[in-house]
C-alpha cells in the first residue's frame, strides 16, 4: 500500500555530520506528517523529530540545535540533517509517515520503515 524506504545511515566519528533520508510512495493521497525515530539496544523507541506538511516541526530536547528536519511534499520525501553527532546518537533510525490513502476518507495511517542503522563512534 504505502512504502517507506530509508538511506543514509553509517559509522561516523563524534562531532561529525550525516544525513538521513526517506521516501514514501505507493497509494498516497496526502501526507500528515513525516517524521525520525530511533530505538538504541534495549531501550525503546524514541521520537526523534517530526514535520508536519505545512512544516511545523518538533524535535526531542536531546537533539534540539543539532539535528534537521525537512519534507518534500511535491517528492514525498523527508530528510534528517544531523550535526555534531555523539555516541548516545547511535541506533536504528526509522521512518515514519502518517498519511491518507483513500481519497474517499480522512483517515489517515501510520507507516513505517525497516530503519537504518545509525553508529557514532567516540
Known amino acids: 500500500q504505502v512504502q517507506l524506504v530509508e538511506s543514509g545511515g553509517g559509522l561516523v566519528q563524534a562531532g561529525e555530520s550525516l544525513r538521513l533520508s526517506c521516501a514514501a510512495s505507493?497509494?498516497?493521497?496526502?501526507?500528515?506528517?513525516m517524521g525520525w525515530y530511533r530505538q538504541a539496544p534495549g531501550e525503546q523507541r524514541e521520537l526523534v523529530a517530526v514535520?508536519?506538511?505545512?512544516?511545523?516541526?518538533k524535535y526531542a530536547d536531546s537533539v534540539q540545535g543539532r539535528f534537521t528536519i525537512s519534507m518534500d511534499g511535491a517528492k514525498n520525501t523527508v530528510a534528517l540533517q544531523m550535526s555534531s553527532l555523539k555516541p548516545e546518537d547511535t541506533a536504528d533510525y526509522y521512518c515514519?509517515?502518517?498519511?491518507?490513502?483513500?481519497?474517499?476518507?480522512?483517515?489517515?495511517?501510520?507507516?513505517w520503515g525497516q530503519g537504518t542503522r545509525v553508529t557514532v563512534s567516540s
Open positions: 514535520i508536519t506538511s505545512g512544516g511545523s516541526t
Open positions: 505507493g497509494s498516497i493521497v496526502s501526507i500528515n506528517t
Open positions: 515514519n509517515a502518517v498519511i491518507r490513502t483513500n481519497p474517499r476518507y480522512s483517515l489517515a495511517t501510520e507507516f
